[in-house]
């Protein structure tokens, strides 16, 4: 196995039915782990020594629960093929377009598509002049001056 990289469980490529079986599981878990609980505490407080055993299958149960829990609502065990996917900013990077307002203060604006994105740019650039997207801030895009428009840009990402 050299080269490759391990192979976890993701819950995005089990069948269906599994996760919802352990998420059902880890919605009631709880429930027995707290009558096991009580059932243990209630014997040991009437000198019974094996309500031990119920307390320790309410604290498995808990310890089960957890890392179902843990298990399913990890990020990374359900990543995303394309990560991108809910970060407009982050789809824009390396697109050339026009501002469509001046940068002034290291602010401007440009169209990409049909949305208008607020800018950034260290350097104050007039309306009209090519830029291209290198990063983004939330809603913000940052970006260079595109002094040669379009040359050796990526024709599918132009405008």
């Known amino acids: 196995m050299s080269g490759q990289k391990p192979r976890h469980a993701n819950p995005s490529r089990l069948p269906h039915e599994l996760v919802w079986a352990l998420a059902t ?4 878990l709880p429930f027995f782990a707290i009558a096991a609980g009580a059932v243990g505490a209630w014997h040991l407080l009437h000198g019974d020594a094996g309500g031990w055993w119920w307390v320790a299958g309410g604290i498995s149960g ?3 629960d957890l890392v179902i829990d843990l298990w399913l609502a990890n990020p990374h065990t359900s990543a995303s093929e ?3 996917l809910n970060c407009r900013g982050a789809q824009c990077i390396g697109r050339i377009a026009e501002l469509i307002e001046p940068v002034e203060g290291g602010r401007g604006k440009v169209r990409l598509g049909d949305t208008v994105w607020t800018v950034a740019c260290a350097e104050d650039l007039p309306a009209g002049a090519m830029v291209r997207v290198t ?3 939330g809603a913000v895009l940052r970006v260079t001056h595109q002094r040669h428009s379009r040359v050796g840009g990526n024709p599918s990402k132009a405008l």
């Open 25 to 28: 599981l880890s919605l009631v």
């Open 82 to 84: 394309d990560p991108d």
């Open 62 to 64: 808990f310890a089960l």
């Open 135 to 137: 990063g983004s801030d």
